[in-house]
């Protein structure tokens, strides 16, 4: 038995690939295609193991995708491979129109024909799952309640509005086709190997080099944030158990202050790595806001636990120590990803 993964190179799937071949015998087809966000270093622990086959290839090519289908026929296909960042979106909005849309398209393409052609219980046992986020469904005001699946999509950026075109492309493959799809609608994840042009990342990373920290705004944005092996739980719930057709939240009943977030990096930085030169708070700068900079999201995430049982098993408190303490012990990492390419993104984005 095999599943194949999508973006399994990047922040999440590779923590979700890793997560995976530790409580499963199955083989797991990595297809990335290696975009500044791919890091095979990641999965530099599967070296040799035969359960983790990697494929570098792009998941706009149908020729690829079919060939791939039919090698290794895999019992499921779990999709996360997308451009991720809005404010890369922002600047370039082309590369995440023709991932995020375009190559969810062709996926699902390719995944109709090899379902229809399956038979019996291995047609009936296959599963779509399509890794999503919560920005699609917009920004919430201070007391509005979290998110629900039927929330109304009130996309805002070029990020999160083709992450649901996606979204859309894919429950209509669903009542349209019968393709049995899942979809999973998550909050922000933090963790090892999170590439550090993400918030939580970039303050570590900046902190230790005794560079600015940009806060966007007054910092008084709020996300909700979950531990990355959490989310890869949540998923695997998801395809075990999940209901065809059905969508489900994922989330880590975490509300957090961006400025707060910051504060608490800085604060574990001067416990575990204190600086000669006073306090990490010393570095914050606000910075002009975000476009269109969304105030708050916030996940209800009740379904999952009523139908699936999942909870996340860490806290904030527990998951931010381990992932500093991850950068701290792992600077040849950071230093391999920040490529000319990356000094390049920050030079432009933050000048
Ligand atoms: P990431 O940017 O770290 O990784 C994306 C991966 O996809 C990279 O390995 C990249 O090489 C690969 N990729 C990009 N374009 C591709 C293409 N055309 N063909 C094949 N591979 C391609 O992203 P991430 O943060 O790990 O997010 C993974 C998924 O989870 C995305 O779909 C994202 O929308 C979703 N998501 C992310 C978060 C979060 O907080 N990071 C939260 C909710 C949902
Ligand atoms: O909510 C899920 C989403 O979370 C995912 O779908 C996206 O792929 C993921 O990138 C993330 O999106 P955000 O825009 O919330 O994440 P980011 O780390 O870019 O920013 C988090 C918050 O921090 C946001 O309010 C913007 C702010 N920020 C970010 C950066 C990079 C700053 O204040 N300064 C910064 O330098």
Redesign the pocket.
Same mark, same amino acid.
């Given at each position: 038995m095999s599943i194949l993964v999508t973006g399994g190179a990047g922040f999440i799937g590779s923590n979700f690939v890793l997560d995976w071949v530790k409580q499963s015998d199955e083989t797991v087809i990595n297809l990335d295609v290696l975009s500044y966000a791919g890091n095979l270093e990641n999965l530099k622990t599967l070296d040799g193991d035969a359960r983790h086959v990697f494929v570098k290839g792009d998941i706009c090519d149908r020729a690829l995708l079919d060939r791939l289908l039919a090698e290794h026929r895999p019992r499921a296909i779990v999709h996360f491979a997308a451009e991720?960042?809005?404010?890369r979106s922002i600047h370039g909005p082309a590369a995440f129109v023709r991932t995020n849309i375009e190559g969810t398209f062709t996926l699902l393409e390719a995944a109709r024909a090899y379902w229809g052609a399956l038979q019996g219980e291995e047609k009936a046992g296959f599963r779509f799952h399509h890794v999503s986020?919560?920005?699609v469904y917009g920004s919430l005001k201070k007391d509005d309640a979290p998110f629900t699946e039927t929330n109304p999509y009130e996309p805002n950026s070029p990020?999160s509005a083709s992450?649901a075109a996606s979204d859309h492309l894919v429950r209509a493959w669903h009542h349209t086709y019968g393709l049995p799809v899942l979809t999973s609608n998550?909050?922000?994840n933090y963790g090892p190997y999170h590439f550090p042009?993400?918030?939580?990342p970039?303050m570590i990373v900046n902190a230790l080099a005794g560079k600015p920290l940009?806060? #966007?705004g007054d910092?008084q944005?709020i996300?909700d944030w979950l531990y990355v092996t959490d989310h890869a739980s949540a998923i695997r719930a998801v395809i075990a158990g999940g209901r065809v057709g059905e969508v489900y939240n994922i989330g880590g009943w975490n509300e957090m202050a961006?400025i707060d977030i910051v504060k608490t990096v800085c604060a574990l930085l001067d416990e575990l790595r204190p600086s000669a030169a006073g306090p990490y708070e010393r570095l914050i700068t606000y910075v002009t806001d975000?476009p269109g900079?969304d105030r708050r #999201?916030a996940i209800d995430a009740r379904k999952i636990e009523r139908e699936l049982g999942w909870r996340p098993a860490e806290t904030f408190q527990t998951g931010i120590r381990k992932t500093v303490q991850w950068y701290l012990d792992n600077p040849d990492w950071v230093a391999r990803v920040q490529s000319g390419a990356y000094r390049d993104w920050l030079n432009k984005h933050y000048g």
């Open positions: 991720s960042h809005v404010d986020t919560d920005e990020y992450k998550c909050s922000n042009e993400k918030l939580i970039l940009p806060v #966007y910092g944005q996300r961006n975000r900079h #999201y």
